[in-house]
């Protein structure tokens, strides 16, 4: 698996960056995971727009679907063109009818949802969920193929189950909204300490910080989750690579 960081802020993007978005690739296979603010405008430095395969988005905040509409948009023009037959495929929950009804615009666009009770498979990825703890319906998602694993915890405050869900994976891709000394529960949201937490306990080969803040100096995030987990840290950021 090739996993590429497409956007890492939260809530929106600093200039000339994008929020949540991640692409993962197998067997020229193209994965979007979510796709927030600015994300397609910075995605296309690693391919056209005509080669996703498919998209999975985690939850309906707007730092994780922003850029949804103009991806469709973009699979009409890329049809009309014929720069590919291909529709896009679009997963999302189903516990929010009216956002997940937006994600389809056949037939360019299908639309699927996961269910998280279950183990799916999209292109080459087997995947399983867990439900977080957000403001809304929100799921991590475990991505697997040839034994290797890639975890993502999308937005979430900490709970137990992300050790065991995050077990042996070789990233863990955490969000980390606070520093240390702030309690990042009341938003729905994580600090560097429960992002190392769940690193140390689950016993990930690397912890990728990311959903920074928009405050403070994000290198201390490292500093302090580095205090805590002895793996490799490492924050996010816009066209990192890795292959797993
Ligand atoms: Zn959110």
Redesign the pocket.
Known sequence: MKLTVIGHW?AYPKAGNAT?CYLLERDGFRLLVDCGSGALSQLQHYCSLAEIDAVII??Y?H??IADIGSLQYSRLIDFQLNNTNKALSIYGHPYDQAEFQKLAKPPHVLSFIYNEVHDSKIGPFRITYLETD???R?YAMRFEAEGKSIVYT??SSYKEEFHSFAKDADILICETSFYAHQDGKPY??MNSTEAALIARDAGVKKLILT?LPHFGDPVQLVNEAKSIFNGEVTLAQKGLRFDV
Do not use: E, P
């Open positions: 939260g949540s985690s939850h905040h730092d994780h957000h403001k809304v929100c999308a937005d729905g949201h959903h």
